[in-house]
C-alpha cells in the first residue's frame, strides 16, 4: 500500500515537471531544437527517452506523441485470454517517459531530413541534431472490406486493437461447441506470437 502510495506521488510529480515542460515549451515562438528527437512515445520511444534522458541531460531529447495514454500492448494477448483486466496495460504518458525528456503532444505530419526537421500536425517546426522514428505499424482494418462494420456486431474482435481486445474474452466466454480455426497472417503484424498465444490461451481455457 506504502509502496503503491509513493508510486502515485511519484507519478503526479512527474506529470507536474512534463506539464510545466510543455507549457513553458509552446510559450517559445520559432524553431525549436533538440539534440535527440523521437517520434512516438511507445514502446521503443518510451524506452529510448529512459535510456537517452539521463545521459544527454535535462530539456536535450523530445518526444513527438498525441496520446495522452501508453499501452502495454503485449498485455492485451493476456486480456483477450481472461487473465489480464484492461486497465492494466495503459498507464499516463508523461508516467513512462524519462523525465529529463520535453513531451510534445502533437502528432508529426511531415519529415524534412535534408533540413533536419519535422513539422507537427499543429505547425510547429522542430529541428534535431538526431532523429529516431519510432511511430510503430498502423492498424488499417478497412482495407479488408465490411471489418469495421463488423467490428460493431459480438463475436467479432481484435486483439492488436485497445478497444476491440475488449470483446475477445466474452467472445470465448460464449463458446459452448463446435471447431475453433486459428490462423496465422502472412503480413507483417505487430506480434508474431499473438496469434498462437490467443489460440494457446483459448484452448486452455476451454479445456478448463
Ligand atoms: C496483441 C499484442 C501482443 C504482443 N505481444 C508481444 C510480446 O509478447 N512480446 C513482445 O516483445 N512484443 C509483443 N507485442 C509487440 C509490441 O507491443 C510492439 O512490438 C511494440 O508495442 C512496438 O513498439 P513501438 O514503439 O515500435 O510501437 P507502438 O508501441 O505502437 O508505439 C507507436 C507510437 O507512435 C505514435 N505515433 C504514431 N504516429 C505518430 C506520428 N505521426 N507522430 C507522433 N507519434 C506517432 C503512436 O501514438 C504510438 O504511441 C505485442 C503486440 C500486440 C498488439
Redesign the pocket.
Known sequence: MALARACCTHRSALNAAHAVRRLSLSAKLGKEHFKLLI???????AATSNKFGPYLGAAKVAV????EMHYY??G??MVGGGMYDFEVTQRPEASVLNNKCIWIKD??GQFSPEKNTVVTESGREIEYDFLVI????QLRYDMIKGLPEAFETPGVCS??HRDYVKKTFPALQRISEGNAIFTFPNTPV??A??PQKICYLSDAYLRK
Open positions: 517520434i512516438g512515445g511507445g514502446t521503443a520511444g513527438i506523441e498525441p496520446s500492448q503485449a492485451w494477448t502528432k508529426v519510432a511511430a510503430g505499424l486483439n492488436y505487430k506480434c506470437g499473438a
